[in-house]
């Protein structure tokens, strides 16, 4: 006769926060099975005579397998989540195996239990008094490309977003996009909460805004909660009221504004949209729509006012260094200037060193030509006109302080690892100056160009009389 899997949620930590209904299923238990650090959470309450089997993080399916395998020999077997077991907890892989590898002589049983977000969101105040939704940007299990998705439509509908799972060690960027998307759907003063360590010993609130808040002072045991257009704060904490108000969510307008066109200026710059671009990346994009006859470039280009500058004068001060990701690149830059000014480009696709490197390491040409790179020139203009993963390998090494160049460049085009190698440069920067085409174009001439802008800026004072240049 089998026995049944009862799967409880043990809450967010503290043991007060355990339902009764949890702590009667594991005094009951003949057997107890969960992740190592949740199991120490509840040993005091584990019967003597109980069978105990714990295991590390990424486990699930082998406790899950091993939770049937007991319950099949007749044991009552408990499965442990933090939580809520059905909030990205064991209760869906339990239901799924049960289905799918012909369990079903074995009964399940799931007991909730208070889920992080609901502990997080008690902290804040009432910030999920009205329609609200949760989304964990771990992508193990579930590509970017649906979770991005998933951000947009929450961000574009004016959810009250939980955010799980927001940043760890190697996965950090992707935080910094969910700040994108929302910025682009609300407003910047939009009330934001973050709760670390909820209900622990470590505990710790903060409410802050929308535009304000830090990427980096979030790690896996935070708990971020986006208000929506109605959220506001008070002495009491963060309030989403509940009910049906007839004003719609104030858009800004962003107009094209004044027309700052003039008989000296080209045709490019008559036809751009905005004419409130800095002038030094206003200059930036003109090279890029002339080289590529494409406008898209002035809504895709990102930089930081004073960019374009700042590499313009790191590069005419003399004795500068150019890493380039591939020789397409290198080529395209004006060779007058880079005499001018004692210029070294240097691209290290051809070096002999970065094959037999890549091979012993397992990692493309570009990869290892950046770490060799980084080694010796750690405070290049560094400029990725082709290969998403040069840039991936840049951005991490960057993020982990292995370089502090004068500036970046970000410009690979192609449809595979190419948006997310972006988003990686994005995060990493923080304080490095950095030139990103956004999206999928790009390319060795558009990073090329962009160079030749920086080097070219002085001439900006003709194209443009009348700016603070």
Not at 298 to 316: C, Q, R, V, W
Request: net charge neutral.
């Amino acid at each position: 006769m089998s026995g049944k899997i009862t799967v409880v949620g043990l809450g967010p930590g503290n043991p007060d926060m355990m339902t009764p209904r949890v702590i009667a299923a594991i005094r009951n238990a003949d057997a107890i099975i969960g992740y190592s650090y949740y199991v120490r959470l509840i040993e005091n309450i584990i019967p003597r005579n109980a069978l105990l089997i714990d295991s590390g993080m990424k486990k699930e399916r082998d406790r899950a397998e091993r939770a049937f395998i007991l319950a099949l020999e007749g044991m009552g077997v408990v499965v442990v989540s933090s939580g809520d077991a059905s909030v990205y907890g064991m209760a869906p892989l339990i239901l799924e195996m049960r289905q799918k590898k012909d369990y079903e002589s074995v009964a399940v049983n799931v007991v909730p239990g208070v889920s992080a977000f609901q502990s997080a969101a008690a902290k804040l105040g009432a910030p999920t008094g009205h329609d609200f939704c949760v989304i964990s940007l771990s992508d193990l299990l579930t590509p970017w490309g649906l979770i991005e998705r998933r951000i947009k439509a929450a961000a574009s509908a004016d959810f009250v977003t939980a955010v799980y799972n927001p940043k760890s060690r190697d996965r950090y960027w992707q935080i910094y996009r969910l700040k994108e998307l929302f910025l682009e759907a609300r407003p910047g003063d939009t009330p934001v909460g973050i709760v670390r360590h909820a209900d622990r010993e470590k505990e710790t609130v903060v409410i802050t805004t929308l535009s304000d808040f830090n990427p980096e002072s979030l790690d896996m045991f935070s708990i971020v909660i986006i208000g929506n257009h109605q959220t506001f704060t008070a002495s009491c904490g963060m309030v989403t009221p509940r009910g049906y108000f007839a004003e719609k969510v104030s858009n800004e307008a962003i107009g094209i504004g004044q027309s700052i066109m003039r008989d000296s200026f080209g045709a490019i710059e008559r036809q751009l949209k905005r004419s409130d671009h800095p002038y030094d990346t206003k200059w930036a994009i003109i090279h890029a729509i002339h080289t590529t006859a494409d406008f898209d470039f002035e809504n895709i280009f990102y930089a930081a006012s004073g960019t374009i500058k700042h590499m313009h004068d790191k590069l005419t001060a003399g004795g500068a260094t150019i890493i380039t990701d591939v020789t397409m690149v290198q080529s395209g830059i004006r060779r007058a200037a880079l005499e001018r000014y004692g210029i070294e480009t240097i691209c290290y696709l051809h070096d002999p060193r970065v094959p037999v490197m890549a091979n012993e390491l397992g990692v493309t040409r570009t990869q290892a030509g950046m770490r060799l790179a980084v080694k010796e020139h750690p405070e290049a203009l560094y400029v990725v006109g082709n290969a998403p993963t040069a840039l991936i390998e840049l951005s991490d090494l960057l993020y982990r302080g292995q370089c502090n160049p004068m500036g970046i460049i970000g410009a690979p085009v192609g449809f595979v690892n190419v948006v997310e190698s972006k988003f990686r440069l994005k995060a990493a920067s923080r304080k490095i100056p950095v030139v990103i085409i956004e999206g999928r174009k790009g390319g060795s001439s558009v990073a090329a160009t962009i160079v030749n802008a920086a080097l070219s800026l002085d001439d900006a004072k003709t194209m443009m009389p009348g700016k603070d240049v």
